[in-house]
T-cell receptor, first 114, second 113 residues
Framework: DQQVKQNSPSLSVQEGRISILNCDYTNSMFDYFLWYKKYPAEGPTFLISISSIKDKNEDGRFTVFLNKSAKHLSLHIVPSQPGDSAVYFCAAPAPSGSARQLTFGSGTQLTVLP | DVKVTQSSRYLVKRTGEKVFLECVQDMDHENMFWYRQDPGLGLRLIYFSYDVKMKEKGDIPEGYSVSREKKERFSLILESASTNQTSMYLC????????????FGEGSRLTVL
């Protein structure tokens, strides 16, 4: 049972344009969401997060939107840059439990074309 | 800066061999995790630990075991490696009190022949 889903395995965008990466979840108990970015041969790094009490969080070129009624979140990158080319994972921590372990989506490979 | 260090970046092992993957973190985090990453499947949780000597199964624990004898160190053990365990293994740590953000190591690419 995949509780966090990223249905687009890949996305290509022209440099300077907007990249929109989507994520859906099934567990209405999730109260916090995170996006991670991963380059090849490196570990994932934290990018941006959003609490379920908000519908938007912005950090520079990166904005995450949360639509709780649709159980959907999206990451907007504007303007996109070639250095943004990476795999992006959305994740949510377990609603209960000792370590708040993260459940990850399958990832979206973003390619920004110069 | 948080530092999570995985002992081996690349390993090649033969079917049936015992494999140890070591992970050390320097931020006094109480939680440590082992994930594996496979194309199209994302990051899947193998085991995690929320305290010394405590461990819990994740989503795919079969074929793996773990050890946490010290707070800073979390080891993943493959008792008898199989070809379907060829993967990228990622260790991470977090502090629940600080929001639970995971900090990852650089990963260990294991190939089982």
């Amino acid at each position: 049972d995949q509780q966090v889903k990223q249905n687009s395995p890949s996305l290509s965008v022209q440099e300077g344009r907007i990249s929109i990466l989507n994520c859906d979840y099934t567990n209405s108990m999730f109260d916090y969401f995170l996006w991670y970015k991963k380059y090849p041969a490196e570990g994932p790094t934290f990018l941006i997060s959003i609490s379920s009490i908000k519908d938007k969080n912005e950090d520079g070129r990166f904005t995450v939107f949360l639509n709780k009624s649709a159980k959907h979140l999206s990451l907007h990158i504007v303007p996109s840059q070639p250095g943004d080319s990476a795999v992006y994972f959305c994740a949510a921590p377990a609603p209960s439990g000792s370590a708040r372990q993260l459940t990850f989506g399958s990832g979206t490979q973003l390619t920004v074309l110069p | 800066d948080v530092k999570v260090t995985q002992s081996s970046r690349y390993l090649v092992k033969r079917t049936g061999e015992k494999v140890f993957l070591e992970c050390v973190q320097d931020m006094d985090h109480e939680n440590m995790f082992w994930y594996r990453q496979d194309p199209g499947l994302g990051l899947r949780l193998i085991y995690f630990s929320y305290d010394v000597k405590m461990k819990e199964k994740g989503d795919i624990p079969e074929g793996y075991s773990v050890s946490r004898e010290k707070k800073e160190r979390f080891s993943l053990i493959l008792e008898s490696a199989s070809t379907n365990q060829t993967s990228m293994y990622l260790c991470a740590s977090s502090s629940t009190a600080l929001g639970g953000e995971l900090f990852f190591g650089e990963g260990s690419r294991l190939t089982v022949l």
